[in-house]
T-cell receptor
Framework: DAKTTQPPSMDCAEGRAANLPCNHSTISGNEYVYWYRQIHSQGPQYIIHGLKNNETNEMASLIITEDRKSSTLILPHATLRDTAVYYCIPWDRDTGRRALTFGSGTRLQVQP | KAGVTQTPRYLIKTRGQQVTLSCSPI?????VSWYQQTPGQGLQFLFEYFSETQRNKGNFPGRFSGRQFSNSRSEMNVSTLELGDSALYLC??????????????FGEGSRLTVL
């Protein structure tokens, strides 16, 4: 599995965009980039995933660099409820192996 | 649609005892996986079951075991509990086939404290 590097913590003002970077320079061609978040003491929650194109859904946008070695999760208008630990996870979903490797993630603190 | 349900939510055991945790996946999901979360090691994959068979296994000792029933419900068991087994145990389910986007749906977890 590809290793990831994420900043341990970030702050963001409420209402502003939160940009969370992730380095995954050893990602393989078959691995998608998945993002999950975990709000304190709850189970992780899926946010978004992508392979090489940028993706957007109702929660966030995902920007993947052309060489696929890094990506950025964007929360366009952060709210206090977005305070959580965010995990970037490269994963080959087509192997049938449902074994995610969670790193340390980024603890995002949204400030009022 | 009901989410992933884990029981019990909280439990306290003493060293040497054993514990069984239960997970009911989302209706129609046939894959169930288990994770352990501790402050020191973070979230770690334990094992995954599909169609009553263990499909993948993480790097945990044999004291950790699991099973899946024909209705896809799963249980995990930890025998001879150690203090280090104190953790949040999370279960996740996912669909197969065309519905599989790779998204895992996690439950709220079972928090085990070993005294």
């Amino acid at each position: 599995d590809a290793k990831t590097t994420q900043p341990p913590s970030m702050d963001c003002a409420e209402g502003r965009a939160a940009n969370l970077p992730c380095n995954h320079s050893t990602i393989s061609g078959n691995e998608y980039v998945y993002w999950y978040r975990q709000i304190h003491s709850q189970g992780p929650q899926y946010i978004i995933h992508g392979l090489k194109n940028n993706e957007t859904n109702e929660m966030a946008s995902l920007i993947i660099t052309e060489d696929r070695k890094s990506s950025t999760l964007i929360l366009p208008h952060a709210t206090l409820r977005d305070t959580a630990v965010y995990y970037c996870i490269p994963w080959d979903r087509d192997t049938g192996r449902r074994a995610l490797t969670f790193g340390s993630g980024t603890r995002l603190q949204v400030q009022p | 649609k009901a989410g992933v349900t884990q029981t019990p939510r909280y439990l306290i055991k003493t060293r040497g005892q054993q514990v069984t945790l239960s997970c009911s996946p989302i209706s129609g999901h046939r894959s169930v996986s288990w994770y352990q979360q501790t402050p020191g090691q973070g979230l770690q994959f334990l094992f995954e079951y599909f169609s009553e068979t263990q499909r993948n296994k993480g790097n945990f000792p044999g004291r950790f075991s699991g099973r899946q029933f024909s209705n896809s419900r799963s249980e995990m068991n930890v025998s001879t509990l150690e203090l280090g087994d104190s953790a949040l145990y999370l279960c996740a389910s996912s669909p197969e086939g065309q519905l599989n986007t790779g998204e895992l749906f996690f439950g709220e977890g079972s928090r085990l404290t070993v005294l």
